[in-house]
């Protein structure tokens, strides 16, 4: 059974940091594209940062400079490093671990991120 357990989120003051984990059992990530997505309230999910099985990164504009993703194979976790957190940044975030052959995906639950004062 495949699971992808996020952690790290929380409630954080505008200016902040946190950082987010994503816990994976049941697959190998070596062999997963790992990426991390967020969903504001009353929009739609869209995607923060991806990191290839080789390491490669891309973020979405918005985050650039301020958020980094990185890969522990060895631990099978992803993580998602947040500096200068905006309240726009708020939303449910989730982690997605793609095979990089057959394209079959896995989602983690969510973890909230809130920026407020």
């Known amino acids: 059974q495949v699971q992808l357990v996020e952690s790290g989120g929380g409630l954080v003051q505008p200016g902040g940091s946190l950082r987010l984990s994503c816990a994976a059992s049941g697959i190998a990530i070596r062999l997963y594209v790992m990426g991390w997505y967020r969903q504001a309230p009353g929009k739609q999910r869209e995607l923060v940062a991806t990191?290839?099985?080789?390491?490669?990164?891309n973020y979405a504009d918005s985050v650039k400079g301020r958020f980094t993703t990185s890969r522990d194979n060895a631990k099978n976790t992803e993580y998602l490093q947040m500096d200068s957190l905006q309240p726009e940044d708020t939303g449910v975030y989730y982690c997605k671990a793609t095979h990089s052959h057959t394209g079959s995906s896995y989602w983690g639950q969510g973890t909230q991120v809130t920026v407020s004062t």
């Open positions: 990191i290839t099985n080789t390491g490669s990164t």
